[in-house]
T-cell receptor, first 112, second 114 residues
């Protein structure tokens, strides 16, 4: 089967660093995405990894290890507006077609 | 401005009353998709379309229909809505780039079926 696991909830302090982990087991692998979603709003694209290693984009970084089926999203210098859900999604394969599979999301609460 | 639009944004209806949620994109994308999002379950794909007149079932297609008569529009049809279809629905339009497939999501439609 296809499965993506990430923690349900996390809390952190403003100005700190937080790491959100994601493990996956999928049929095929064509890349891993991280999305941010504020309550009641649409997900917005944060990052994409297809090769092993770290991708840095401002305060956000994403890491991938394909051999371990593992990724993390690192958020630095946390701000209150970073309070949101973070969705890990893997582009796998199903019947010969690419298929994006989402985890249930990690709800991050940033406190002063 | 590149965007995906959905209508309506909010809808309360009753069991059995047919409804359609529209989705439109202005980016000339070939691939479009419908998802529903429920607490603790993440985004689940309902139907997707690879191109005009090409559609296929996702993970949770029961109770839904779609059509793709033109590239920009991908409506979601509930012929006889039931309370278990109460959910938050997102339409997405997908582009393939050298850095991968990026999904552009519509603003969402919150549906309540009584």
């Amino acid at each position: 089967g296809q499965n993506i696991d990430q923690p349900t909830e996390m809390t952190a302090t403003e100005g700190a660093i937080v790491q959100i982990n994601c493990t996956y087991q999928t049929s095929g692998f064509n890349g891993l995405f991280w999305y941010q979603q504020h309550a009641g709003e649409a997900p917005t694209f944060l990052s994409y990894n297809v090769l092993d290693g770290l991708e840095e984009k401002g305060r956000f970084s994403s890491f991938l290890s394909r051999s371990k089926g593992y990724s993390y999203l690192l958020l630095k210098e946390l701000q209150m507006k970073d309070s949101a859900s973070y969705l890990c999604a893997v582009l796998g394969e199903d019947g010969g077609y690419n298929k994006l599979i989402f985890g249930a999301g990690t709800r991050l609460a940033v406190h002063p | 401005e590149a965007q995906v639009t959905q209508n309506p944004r909010y809808l309360i209806t009753v069991t059995g009353k047919k409804l359609t949620v529209t989705c439109s994109q202005n980016m000339n994308h070939e691939y479009m998709s419908w998802y529903r999002q429920d607490p603790g379950l993440g985004l689940r794909q309902i139907y997707y379309s690879m191109n005009v007149e090409v559609t296929d079932k996702g993970d949770v297609p029961e109770g839904y229909k779609v059509s793709r008569k033109e590239k920009r529009n991908f409506p979601l049809i509930l012929e006889s809505p039931s309370p278990n279809q109460t959910s938050l629905y997102f339409c997405a339009s997908v582009t393939s780039t050298t850095t991968g497939n990026e999904q552009f999501f519509g603003p969402g439609t919150r549906l309540t079926v009584l």
